[in-house]
Nanobody
């Protein structure tokens, strides 16, 4: 079955950096777009950044543009999220997901993705 496992979360001071990793198995990795999403307590899950199956196209939510970078290594079935200049408002559980983009899909919409990991916690202290 499909397994998606995130790692790399932790506690960091504001202005610091973290790199999240996500490894997928049980699927043909380069058939799927991959995305990072986050959910803070009391809030809905929101898209952070997503990347096409080839890695050519990537999209970012406005709050993270210029600070976060998504990348994937199809040879390793892994997608990364490099997070710089972290802010307390970035504190959330971060989830990795796999899905297939289709015409008209909202790429940053969690509903576009079928397979999800358990999440990794990111906490940014002020």
């Amino acid at each position: 079955q499909v397994q998606i496992v995130e790692s790399g979360g932790g506690l960091v001071q504001a202005g610091g950096s973290l790199r999240l990793s996500c490894t997928a198995s049980g699927l043909t990795f380069d058939d799927y777009a991959m995305g990072w999403f986050r959910q803070a307590p009391g809030k809905e899950r929101e898209g952070v950044s997503v990347i096409s199956w080839s890695g050519v196209n990537a999209y970012y939510a406005e709050p993270v543009k210029g600070r976060f970078t998504i990348a994937r290594d199809n040879a390793k079935n892994t997608v990364y999220l490099h997070m710089n200049s972290l802010k307390p408002e970035d504190t959330a559980m971060y989830y990795c997901a796999a899905g297939r983009w289709y015409a008209g899909a909202w790429y940053l919409d969690p509903g576009t993705y079928n397979y999800w990991g358990q999440g990794t916690q990111v906490t940014v202290s002020s």
